[in-house]
């Protein structure tokens, strides 16, 4: 099976910096995509941001400038660097990759998630 295993969340007060972590293990033929989603009390899912398995990103215009989304494929791991931390950061962050998944003759599409992990900013 796969798993993706987070860490790097905790409480911290506005203006500073978390990093996290996310490494996926498992029965994993290839990754394509990795990213970082997270979800607010009472809201939805959101995209944070996308690191493609050739390096291009992608993030939401909240976090554009303030976090940057890094990946070692070596190690089939994705960071999120967060610096200059809000309040409305506040979050459980969920990492997740769009790899195949490795079923002998079968490589087979899986989108994967983390348990997520939470992100708590102070003001």
């Known amino acids: 099976q796969v798993q993706l295993v987070e860490s790097g969340g905790g409480s911290v007060q506005a203006g500073g910096s978390l990093r996290l972590s996310c490494a996926a293990s498992g029965s994993i033929f290839s990754i394509n995509a990795m990213g970082w989603y997270r979800q607010a009390p009472g809201k939805q899912r959101e995209l944070v941001a996308l690191?493609?398995?050739?390096?291009?990103?992608n993030y939401a215009d909240s976090v554009k400038g303030r976090f940057t989304i890094s990946r070692d494929n070596a190690k089939n791991t994705v960071y999120l660097q967060m610096n200059s931390l809000k309040p409305e950061d506040t979050a459980v962050y969920y990492c997740n990759a769009d790899l195949l998944r490795d079923s002998g003759w079968f490589k087979i599409p899986m989108d994967a998630w983390g348990q997520g992990t939470l992100v708590t900013v102070s003001s």
């Open positions: 690191v493609a398995s050739g390096g291009s990103t």
